[in-house]
């Protein structure tokens, strides 16, 4: 019987395969036995940390928070890694959806320091995107990946450049259906295998290079080093010529930084604070505290103190041990049609990396290339790693609460709607990231509005949200839906009159698709 994944419900082209895949035939040859040792091993590994995330967050909302680990001497002792000459420099890592081949190539042209091409969160997970998104990658990770360019008439290739290439995997909470008729494959596993399987390290100019997103525990930084080794040893290659960077994106893991690049020390350079997936687990893990019903996201400052104290930790833990601290995606997009957003947009750019640099961070993402100059510029040296702070951040206070910031309104609610809706619509249309308003959204902002609009219900009676007038407005489950509803026919108001009901019936699909997560409670990123 073929298995599925918890997306079938909503896509049930997200995380699986073809009913007719036939792996020996449609995949590298030599590939099936590859990933049926690795899944034999890890997969079942992945199965059991899910279910320990699962008791963690059960726990969180009967009152049992996540804490910091009691301290190790070993674990907080003075160890360092040795920081790569090819990586010392992150001042900017660009990060895009593999499936773009346009968008890579042109990240790779902007002269970051580092490029992330992205197989998770920006990227719409179908069978189709991620096979063509494993395909980008190899090809830029050889320098070979290509595209046409309309303008200039022509094919445009990658540039000879020292940007350092990342690639992010799928996480510990995904699965890979239809791999194998009868059983689910890790997608952690599955992504590793085919990067590390199709590469030609000859053709590599570093060591092949992971980004590994939301992690939740410093026990999990062992099931990657264990698959690392093990893809290494099977390939081959010397022990540790996997390295890596990690997303801090979950609030678990916000507690056990030192004790997970500590277990993760013969790969790992770096640290990432994902913050907007970092906001989302934030949300989830207080869902049951009044106190924690969070501001409309757009009026949250960038440097609020749950933000700002974990930034100071992880460049307190990260620099003590040789490791790069790595900033995060600041969302205001620039815009080359609008010139009053895009002077906006950079000067937002400037404050929010400036603000990190000052703390002590080493470098930031963005995802445009008009980004990159104004975000190298505010990151003085290559990097900060011998920056130490003044008093010893690595316990701060990872939860102190939101007073005093933002506003709570009708407005920013309705907004939460409208985007959830066009986010969905974007995924079902085979795009993992849409530019909204503005902004660049994926799945993390999809997550944190849904979060905020069950949590706004859920505190209903005892968190005001207020409209334009000022007057209290109860965001009960009926108003939610008046709202879905009426969020939808703006939506398909304002679309143009040649559009077909293909596209109407996605948008009306895209609805009823987020209002029942909302509604059963399904707050994983899917």
């Excluded at 719409?124 to 360019?149: P, S």
């Excluded at 893990?285 to 974990?310: C, G, H, Y």
């Excluded at 929010?352 to 930031?364: F, I, L, Q, T």
């Excluded at 660049?440 to 007038?469: C, G, W």
Aim: aromatic share 8%; net charge negative; charged share 30%.
């Amino acid at each position: 019987m073929t298995q599925t994944t918890s997306a079938m419900k909503y896509d049930k082209r997200i995380n699986h395969a073809p009913a007719d895949l036939d792996i020996d035939r449609d995949l590298p040859e030599g590939f099936a036995g590859f990933l049926k040792v690795l899944h034999d091993e890890f997969t079942p590994r992945q199965k059991e940390l899910a279910r320990k995330r699962t008791q963690v967050l059960s726990a969180a909302h009967k009152g049992d928070l996540p804490d910091y680990l009691p301290e190790d001497p070993e674990v907080t002792g003075e160890w360092k890694i040795a920081l790569p000459d090819w990586c010392s420099d992150q001042r900017n890592q660009m990060t895009g959806p593999a499936d773009d081949a346009a968008l890579v190539v042109k990240m790779l042209n902007s002269g970051a320091p580092g490029v992330m091409i992205d197989l998770e969160d920006s990227m719409a997970n179908t069978w189709e995107n991620l096979e063509l998104g494993i395909r980008n990658t190899l090809e830029a990770l050889h320098g070979e990946l290509t595209y046409f360019d309309q303008k200039r008439g022509g094919e445009v290739s990658i540039r000879e450049s020292g940007t350092v290439i990342w690639t992010r995997v799928r996480g510990l909470h995904l699965n890979q259906a239809g791999i194998h008729p009868d059983r689910l494959v890790s997608a952690s596993v599955y992504d590793v295998a085919r990067i590390a399987f199709g590469v030609d390290t000859s053709n590599l100019k570093h060591n092949l290079c992971f980004y590994i997103p939301k992690s939740e525990s410093a026990e999990e930084a062992l099931f990657w080093r264990d698959l690392f080794e093990a893809v290494e040893s099977r390939l081959g290659w010397d022990k540790g010529y996997i390295k890596c960077m990690a997303l801090v994106e979950s609030h678990p893991l916000a507690f056990q930084t030192e004790e997970f690049i500590y277990n993760l020390r013969d790969h790992i350079l770096g640290l990432n604070l994902g913050r907007w997936d970092y906001m989302a687990s934030l949300i989830h893990f207080n869902l049951e505290d009044k106190d924690w019903v969070l501001p409309d996201r757009n009026t949250i400052p960038s440097d609020v103190p749950f933000f700002q104290n974990l930034r100071l930790k992880m460049v307190d833990v990260c620099h003590k041990h040789g490791l790069l601290a790595i900033g995060g995606m600041t969302a205001l997009y620039p815009s080359r049609v609008d010139s009053e957003l895009n002077a906006r947009a950079l000067k937002v750019l400037e404050a929010d990396k400036k603000n990190e640099s000052d703390v002590g961070m080493d470098g930031a993402w963005t995802g445009h290339p008009d980004q990159n100059k104004i975000a190298v510029a505010q990151f003085p040296v290559p990097n900060q790693v011998s920056y130490v702070t003044s008093g010893n951040v690595t316990r701060p206070d990872l939860r102190p609460v939101p007073e005093n910031v933002g506003k709570r309104s009708l407005k920013g609610t309705r907004a939460a709607v409208r985007t959830v809706i066009r986010y969905r619509h974007g995924v079902l249309s085979g795009r993992g990231a849409s530019l909204l308003d503005g902004y660049m959204e994926d799945l993390a902002t999809d997550r944190i509005y849904r979060l905020m609009i069950a949590q706004r219900m859920k505190h209903r009676d005892s968190v005001r949200i207020v409209n334009e007038d000022g007057d209290e407005v109860k965001h009960t489950p009926e108003l939610i839906t008046r709202i879905f509803d009426e969020e939808l026919q703006k939506i398909l108001n304002g679309l143009p009159e040649e559009t077909n009901g293909e596209e109407a019936a996605r948008y009306t699909e895209a609805r009823r698709i987020s209002e029942e997560m909302i509604t059963e409670g399904r707050f994983d990123p899917v």
